[in-house]
């Protein structure tokens, strides 16, 4: 009997249509950014504090992700961004399919960069490219410093990491050092960002990064 492999086959087909994304992005000259993480990290609370931050320089877009509502969608249209609500049901990533048909109402035309704001889930969502130029992943830090070992998928894929709800360090029990160490020994190249959404604490460093990676983008997409 012939086996045939349906988990890499479906993969495959998602990196074909992710590469069809990313010509898409480079054409418009948008710098994409996929943020991905456990329910509840902080995923929609950075993007908020992000875009409070670089709005006035940036044309920015969202692309939001949920299982159900348009909670967090409605949040950043709270900002003035234009964002477009994908609700996948009972599925728990996006795929590249889901940004591509999302691409046929959501004209890119104008932006610098759009955000994806992935389902929350700190697995599945990493095993799906959809295109992007970066990828960052949320880690609330109330949740323990060991979880990057036993759940090192998605701390693996990712350029960035951002420790996110240090503010709550003291009564978490969370030691940050070995939470940066665990991350590391997953993946030695991260680049993280201890951060508050709720204090503030952090947030310069992260948009100062971030600021930097997209003019760089930029200049490249020019030349
Ligand atoms: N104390 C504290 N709370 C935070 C911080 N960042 C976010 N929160 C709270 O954490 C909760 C979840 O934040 P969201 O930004 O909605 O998280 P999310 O990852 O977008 O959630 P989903 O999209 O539902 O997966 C909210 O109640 C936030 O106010 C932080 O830095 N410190
Ligand atoms: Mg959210």
């Avoid at 759009?114 to 949740?143: H, K, Q, T, W």
């Avoid at 940066?180 to 959404?197: G, H, Q």
């Avoid at 952090?202 to 760089?216: A, H, S």
């Amino acid at each position: 009997m012939h086996k045939i492999d349906v988990g890499a086959k479906i993969l495959q087909a998602n990196e074909e249509i992710a590469q069809e994304n990313k010509e898409i992005f480079k054409k418009h000259g948008v710098f994409t950014v996929n943020i991905m993480s456990a329910p509840g990290a902080g995923k929609t609370s950075v993007l908020e504090e992000t875009i409070k931050r670089l709005k006035d320089e940036f044309a920015i877009a969202v692309i939001e992700g949920d299982l159900q509502t348009s909670v967090d969608s409605d949040r950043i249209k709270a900002l003035g961004i234009p964002a477009y609500q994908i609700t996948t049901g009972n599925v728990c990533h996006l795929d590249a399919r889901m940004i591509h048909n999302a691409l046929h109402d959501f004209k890119l035309d104008g932006f610098d960069i759009l955000f994806i704001e992935n389902v929350g889930n700190l697995v599945c969502p990493a095993e799906f490219y959809l295109g992007e130029d970066l990828r960052a992943m949320v880690y609330s830090v109330v949740e323990g410093a060991e979880k990057p070992k036993k759940y090192p998928l998605m701390f693996h894929e990712v350029e960035v990491v951002l420790l996110n709800k240090i503010d709550l360090l003291p009564y978490a029990g969370v030691e940050i050092d070995e939470l940066k160490r665990n991350v590391l020994e997953v993946n030695p190249t991260a680049k993280i960002f201890p951060i508050s959404c709720r204090t503030g604490d952090g947030l310069d460093e992260w948009i100062n990064w971030f600021r930097n990676r997209v003019k760089r983008f930029k200049e490249n997409v020019k030349s």
